[in-house]
């Protein structure tokens, strides 16, 4: 509006934009966010949905294996004096014993995602938890001729940590070696302390992770050799929760390849006030 003597008005205009563009990109954002939180529901809801199912499956099928492995003990303990019956009874124990670890892998795995473990916490030692991880693994170590060379301090090393959890750690790490390297292959432990940190190396001979797998290595359901897996036994998850265990008790865990065929190196790292330097215990 201008506006003349007297401040009287003599000329006036009026300015339209159009805005419909702007109106309907503003329409169609809105669509697309609703679009969006549908879809984030909707997987939010399948992934609930698929732990609550792993967990299930896990608790059904753990019923059956421990009623099998207490028939195999009844077994063993009938048959002392038939030499071809123990070594059946054996195998087969070792083989539920393989499939329990499996399922028990299934189902913290489930659980850790649910937010369902709490650690308990206790003063540990290097050395125990690195003796029990083997035991555990002892049977299919020995059955795929594998040597096992372990490297630790001579005094102990202390840190705090759920014991049972961290065998499980080192267990999986033990059992992937294991898996991964051709019959007759070496694997080797190495404890010690660095910087405030306890750090564990287990590393194989085996056929080692390519560059295009290494980024994904600890993913859920993630073998970098499928057929090797189908073939000895897996569900690509004992990395996973080796890697959520390790982050649950403060530290990190990260794998090492050089490539194909040229072995493997996984390397956790947790907190700990060190009171032993490096010396190696063969």
């Not at 992937?176 to 287990?202: D, F, H």
């Given at each position: 509006?201008?506006?003349?003597?007297?401040?009287?008005?003599?000329?006036?205009y009026?300015?339209?934009?159009?805005?419909?563009?702007?109106?309907?990109?503003?329409?169609?954002?809105?669509?697309?966010?609703?679009?969006?939180?549908?879809?984030?529901?909707?997987?939010?809801?399948?992934?609930?949905?698929?732990?609550?199912?792993?967990?299930?499956?896990?608790?059904?099928?753990?019923?059956?294996?421990?009623?099998?492995?207490?028939?195999m003990?009844t077994?063993?303990?009938?048959?002392?004096?038939?030499?071809?019956?123990?070594?059946?009874?054996?195998?087969?124990?070792?083989?539920?014993?393989?499939?329990?670890?499996?399922?028990?892998d299934?189902?913290?795995?489930?659980?850790?995602t649910?937010?369902?473990?709490?650690?308990?916490?206790?003063?540990?030692?290097?050395?125990?938890?690195?003796?029990?991880?083997?035991?555990?693994?002892?049977?299919?170590?020995d059955?795929?001729?594998?040597?096992?060379?372990?490297?630790?301090?001579?005094?102990?090393?202390?840190?705090?940590?759920?014991?049972?959890?961290?065998?499980?750690?080192?267990?999986?790490?033990?059992?992937?070696?294991?898996?991964?390297?051709?019959?007759?292959?070496?694997?080797?432990?190495?404890?010690?302390?660095?910087?405030?940190?306890?750090?564990l190396?287990?590393r194989?001979?085996?056929?080692?992770?390519?560059?295009?797998?290494?980024?994904?290595?600890?993913?859920?359901?993630?073998?970098?050799?499928?057929?090797?897996?189908?073939?000895?036994?897996?569900?690509?998850?004992?990395?996973?929760?080796a890697?959520?265990?390790?982050?649950?008790?403060?530290?990190?865990?990260?794998?090492?390849s050089?490539?194909?065929?040229?072995?493997?190196?996984?390397?956790?790292?947790?907190?700990?006030?060190?009171?032993?330097?490096?010396?190696s215990?063969?």
């Amino acid at each position: 509006v201008f506006r003349g003597g007297e401040q009287k008005p003599y000329q006036a205009y009026t300015v339209f934009d159009d805005i419909s563009e702007l109106k309907h990109a503003e329409e169609e954002l809105r669509q697309a966010n609703e679009c969006l939180t549908s879809a984030n529901a909707a997987l939010a809801d399948a992934d609930r949905r698929k732990d609550e199912f792993l967990a299930m499956l896990a608790h059904e099928l753990r019923n059956p294996v421990m009623a099998i492995r207490s028939a195999m003990q009844t077994i063993r303990d009938k048959a002392e004096r038939n030499a071809d019956i123990q070594q059946a009874t054996y195998v087969a124990e070792q083989q539920v014993k393989h499939l329990s670890w499996l399922l028990d892998d299934l189902l913290d795995v489930s659980r850790l995602t649910r937010g369902k473990i709490a650690l308990r916490k206790e003063t540990v030692t290097l050395q125990t938890i690195i003796a029990e991880a083997l035991e555990t693994t002892r049977g299919f170590i020995d059955a795929r001729g594998h040597v096992v060379s372990v490297s630790l301090p001579e005094e102990p090393v202390h840190f705090e940590a759920d014991s049972t959890r961290i065998i499980q750690v080192v267990g999986n790490l033990l059992d992937n070696a294991a898996k991964y390297t051709p019959q007759g292959g070496e694997i080797s432990v190495t404890g010690y302390c660095e910087r405030g940190e306890v750090v564990l190396c287990v590393r194989d001979n085996g056929i080692g992770i390519s560059p295009e797998m290494l980024p994904r290595v600890f993913d859920l359901f993630v073998q970098s050799d499928p057929f090797v897996a189908r073939s000895e036994g897996g569900l690509g998850v004992g990395l996973t929760l080796a890697r959520t265990l390790v982050e649950h008790h403060g530290g990190s865990i990260n794998a090492h390849s050089e490539g194909s065929s040229r072995g493997s190196e996984f390397v956790v790292r947790l907190p700990a006030v060190c009171s032993a330097p490096f010396a190696s215990l063969r």
